[in-house]
């Protein structure tokens, strides 16, 4: 008698393939899942825009143009990178005005 | 990189995601998942409008869909030519035939949500296949809303790191794709194993 596996060879090893896939894969996703909490914070980076950093800090926008010295509405689709660009400064000092800005008003808090 | 991307959702706002949608539908290796998040964060401040980035986003998925399926419909009409020229071959090819006319249309919806990954490529073998066009358009439609809403509305209610978030979905729909290849293939190991031991035991 040939055994069994030796006709389906290719079904076995894409069988054992799968399930090996599966399982590194439910690891994978648990890991994350535990670790999201950590990393949902997001670092202020030069794609996002004043909005975007008030919402994920959970600030008023105009506590961060204020800080910047812009008016809201004028800036509002601009990336910090770009409005770093308007302001002749490098994008960690304005980064950091941010930082420095969102930190006092939750000391204030 | 993905830095670069992103940055490019609000300052090019609609066009862009307009483009990333049908390219990434296309299949070429750009994260529209990613980009949708982004689309849901931005729109959640107000940086982008709600209805307007929905039917963008929509339209530009089923634009590149329609796209993949006619790609797979003019390739394989040349390739089956060939290869049916075999009785092997042609057996094969009626096979998987039938199994598009049987499954296709909830396949291709389910791809568009639940498996996104594979989304491109299911597109090129159901216009190779012959799938009726109407059928094809219409689960594809159905599937591209729950789509775009399900990201869009991700993006806009949880925010926060959106490149995580997009490899954690990510993760999580080659999870569905892989445990349904295993249980398919088990399955149909299983069927030829109790033919192999009713035809021994005899």
Known sequence: MKPFWKDHKILVVGFIAACALTMLLLVSLIADLVYWPKHRNVEISGWMTIGYVAHSYDVEKELLSDALGIEADLRRHLTLKSIAQAQEISLPTLIDTLQTAIDAERAAQ | ?202
């Open chain 2, 1 to 202: 990189m993905t830095e670069s991307i992103l940055a490019l959702v609000p300052t090019y706002g609609l066009p862009f995601l307009f483009g990333v949608a049908v390219l990434a539908a296309i299949g070429l290796p750009l994260s529209s998942s990613m980009t949708l998040l982004a689309a849901g964060a931005f729109i959640a401040v107000g940086d982008l409008n709600l209805a307007r980035s929905f039917m963008v986003a929509l339209t530009g998925t089923v634009i590149g869909d329609q796209i993949g399926f006619q790609i797979g419909l003019h390739a394989g009409n040349a390739v089956e030519g060939r290869l049916s020229r075999k009785p092997l071959h042609a057996q094969r090819i009626q096979r998987a035939k039938h199994f598009i006319d049987k499954f296709g249309g909830i396949g291709v919806f389910l791809t568009r949500w639940l498996m996104p990954p594979i989304g491109p490529v299911t597109n090129i073998v159901c216009g190779a296949s012959d799938m009726r066009w109407l059928r094809f358009t219409l689960w594809d439609f159905a599937g591209e809303v729950i789509w775009v809403a399900i990201y869009i509305g991700l993006g806009y209610a949880v925010g926060g790191n959106v490149e995580v978030m997009a490899n954690m979905l990510g993760d999580a729909s080659w999870l569905l794709i892989a445990g349904l290849v295993a249980v398919l293939t088990g399955y149909r190991l299983h069927i030829i194993f109790r033919k192999h031991r009713q035809k021994f035991s005899k």
